[in-house]
């Protein structure tokens, strides 16, 4: 399953062929035999170069006008994680993250520090121009004209979000990756969740694999990943009563704003979110599904 992140998204079609073509990359690689870390890799990879998603090249500018990523990726069979944030002008993210999490005794490195490891490592770097769109500039401008700081999704009339994608392999391996720009003019030095391991991210093969997204404070500050992994671990759910359960605590504990997409050691499939929207896609026993989850729109195209 991958996501293209949750709000009130109001052309969903838009994104439904990148979500295709990311889906089926990823199914590709499946049957080929790869196992479900490089798999999570490769599809948040690709949703990090696809501008109309708030991660890596699209990522929504804070209120100083850059864009600054945060990314995880977690591997079911060892609970090794590795993360990044704060990061700048790195092409994808999420491969330092897992370069963090192999090539480090540690599982979080935060700006400059997570930069330099970055060109140590040979990880490719953009000019500033490469992440500053126009639009995402008029998004900032209309965020700060209304001094907020808004979901990728609702601020910016359909377009973009935080990205995730969770796999089981055939070896019934579990991963899960995120990856973020975070909030529209968001303060300068704020994280979200989505780097978090066990907020925006979690995978134990005893359990499920997890992406989140969402106001990040949210998920920050009820576990969430880890909340709706336990759900299946302790409490015996399929993938789908944990996803509900998941949002259904997100609300209760701190009336939170976002969902989640989760693939269990069984290989059930859930999703579920407490915005109109989150944009996502599986691919499940054979067969494809691409949605946006918001009402009034086709759940399904
Ligand atoms: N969770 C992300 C953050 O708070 C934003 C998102 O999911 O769109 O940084």
Not at 183 to 203: C, E, H, K, W, Y
Not at 258 to 285: K, M, Q, Y
């Amino acid at each position: 399953m991958i996501h293209g992140g949750a709000g009130a998204i109001s052309t969903p079609e838009r994104f439904a062929p990148s979500l295709r073509r990311i889906l089926l990359a990823g199914a590709a690689m499946l049957r080929g035999g790869a196992c479900a870390l490089d798999v999570v890799a490769e599809c948040v990879r690709l949703l990090e170069d696809d501008p109309l998603f708030n991660a890596g090249r699209g990522s929504v500018l804070n209120a100083e006008g850059a864009a600054c990523c945060d990314a995880s990726i977690m591997d079911g069979r060892t609970l090794s994680a590795g993360a990044v944030a704060y990061v700048r002008r790195v092409r994808n993210p999420v491969l330092l993250a897992r370069l963090v999490m192999e090539r480090t005794p540690h599982v979080f490195l935060v700006g400059e520090g997570a930069e330099g490891f970055g060109r140590q490592q040979g990880v490719a770097f953009e000019e500033d121009t490469y992440f500053v769109m126009p639009e995402r500039l008029a998004q900032l401008a209309r965020a700060k004209e209304r001094e907020a700081t808004t979901l990728d999704h609702t601020s910016n009339d359909g377009k973009l979000g935080t990205v995730g994608a969770v796999v089981r392999d055939g070896a019934c391996n579990l991963a899960a990756a995120t990856s973020t720009g975070g909030l529209t003019n968001q303060m300068r030095g704020r994280v979200g969740d989505s780097p978090v391991i066990g907020a925006g991210v979690f995978a134990d093969n005893d359990s499920c694999a997890v992406s989140c997204t969402g106001t990040g404070e949210h998920f920050l500050r009820t576990s969430l990943a880890r909340t709706a992994a336990y759900f299946v671990e302790m409490q015996g759910m399929s993938a789908k009563d944990a996803a509900e359960a998941g949002v259904a605590y997100l609300v209760q504990k701190v009336k939170g704003s976002g969902g989640l997409i989760l693939v269990d050691r069984e290989g059930g499939c859930g999703v579920a979110h407490s915005t109109p929207g989150l944009l996502w896609a599986s691919f499940h026993n054979g067969e494809m599904t691409v949605a946006a989850g918001q009402a009034g729109a086709p759940e399904q195209f």
